[in-house]
């Protein structure tokens, strides 16, 4: 069974950028059974989708976020990374990785998720 | 993008009572929804996917249904563990869109 787990800055200044890293453990990223992912959940408030990047390197971003998104692997393939340009106010928000499964089609495998704080 | 509309948010119930929360999307999704359980500091944990295919481990009081826009999560007997958000997630196009959530508590 694949764990995920989130680190990076909890406390990141505005117009900086967030970078997050998801270390896997109990796979890897070489296979086409998963999609690995971000999603953020704003204090109190609903799930969004961030986007998500395939084994082959195919990336997919949610238009929301205009272009301020990137999400890459690790060469090591246990690890893969999320940068969030520009970051203000309202990208203060609980971040979580998780995979989605091409064999059922949702959300199976989920971090725990990380709190990050944009303020200065 | 698509929409998806929840009710009743928040939603109070006794033990043992039948709930049920709706799901409405914003353009025909044909069954291509899944359902989420957040427990207060917890990811989410899939409970159904494909509209009304309840994922292994999940107990039977948890049933979806729905096709097309509208969509159902029923719990036939709540259970104090029960306690949580709940969650619609749509998969008919990207970007991948969910539901506001609903509260669900123990009166």
């Known amino acids: 069974q694949v764990q995920l787990q989130e680190s990076g800055p909890g406390l990141v200044t505005p117009s900086q950028t967030l970078s997050l890293t998801c270390t896997i453990s109990?796979?890897?990223?070489?296979?086409?059974?998963?999609?690995w992912g971000w999603i953020r959940q704003h204090p109190g408030k609903g799930l969004e989708w961030i986007g998500y990047?395939?084994?082959?390197?195919?990336?997919y971003y949610n238009p929301s976020l205009k272009g301020r998104v990137t999400i890459s692997v690790d060469t090591s393939r246990t690890q893969f990374s999320l940068k969030l340009t520009s970051v203000t106010a309202a990208d203060t928000a609980v971040y979580y990785c998780?995979?989605?499964?091409?064999?059922?089609?949702?959300?199976?495998?989920w971090g725990q998720g990380t709190l990050v704080t944009v303020s200065s | 993008d698509i929409q998806m509309t929840q009710s009743p948010s928040p939603l109070s119930a006794s033990v043992g009572d039948s709930v049920t929360i709706t799901c409405q999307a914003s353009?025909?999704?044909?069954?291509?929804l899944n359902w989420y359980q957040q427990r207060p500091g917890r990811a989410p944990k899939v409970l159904i996917n494909?509209?009304?295919n309840l994922q292994s481990g999940v107990p039977s009081r948890f049933s979806g249904g729905g096709s097309g826009t509208d969509f159902t999560l029923t719990i036939s007997s709540l259970q104090p563990e029960d306690i949580a958000t709940y969650y619609c997630?749509?998969?008919?196009?990207?970007?991948?869109?969910f539901g506001q959530g609903t509260s669900l508590d123990i009166k």
């Open positions: 998780a995979t989605w499964t091409t064999l059922s089609s949702y959300f199976d495998n």
């Open positions: 109990g796979g890897s990223i070489s296979r086409s059974t998963h999609y």
């Open positions: 990047i395939y084994f082959s390197g195919n990336t």
């Open positions: 353009q025909d999704i044909s069954t291509y």
């Open positions: 494909d509209a009304s």
């Open positions: 997630q749509q998969y008919d196009n990207l970007p991948y869109t």
